[in-house]
């Protein structure tokens, strides 16, 4: 099984780069978590942001492998706790199918993501930038992992 984390947004500041890095590099092949970056629209002063964030979903729908678990990070979504996302990820790995993690940008995600999403997730009922949920993702399923596996990481 692969995860995807499909995020709106390229060029991100050095720390957003390793922080990811470094908790998606722990995880086994056997979850490998796979980033794809799609280009965020251009915001201007006078930018239709309804439009930027309509055309940011299809891009973030066509990059979706085929037949992968949809999953669109959202704050109307359900919030897991570690337990919670360990038992989702026990669930995904002995299913084997792929799943697909959708982060929006700046100004959130399209209705049409939430929409074709098998499952909304959010991650807290704080708004949180964009950039920051990528590194969360990462360390809560290298955490999730950690879990089932009995590894120190994980202390409850």
Do not use: F
Request: glycine share 8%.
């Amino acid at each position: 099984m692969k995860i995807h984390l499909l995020a709106v947004g390229a060029r991100m500041p050095e720390w957003v780069g390793k922080g990811y890095a470094e908790y998606a590099g722990r995880l086994p092949r056997e979850c490998a978590l796979n980033l794809l970056e799609i280009p965020a629209g251009r915001r201007g002063s006078h930018a239709d942001v309804a439009r930027i964030v309509r055309a940011e979903g299809e891009r973030l729908l066509a990059a979706v492998p085929t037949g992968s678990r949809l999953i669109a990070l959202d704050e109307r979504g359900q919030q897991w706790s570690t337990v919670e996302l360990a038992e989702r990820l026990s669930g995904w790995l002995r299913e084997g199918r792929d799943v697909s993690l959708l982060i929006g940008g700046p100004d959130g995600l399209d209705a049409a993501c939430r929409a074709r999403a098998d499952t909304l997730w959010s991650l807290s009922r704080l708004t949180l930038p964009h950039l920051l949920a990528r590194v969360m993702v990462a360390e809560q399923l290298y955490r999730a992992w950690s879990l089932l596996h009995n590894h120190p990481y994980h202390r409850p």
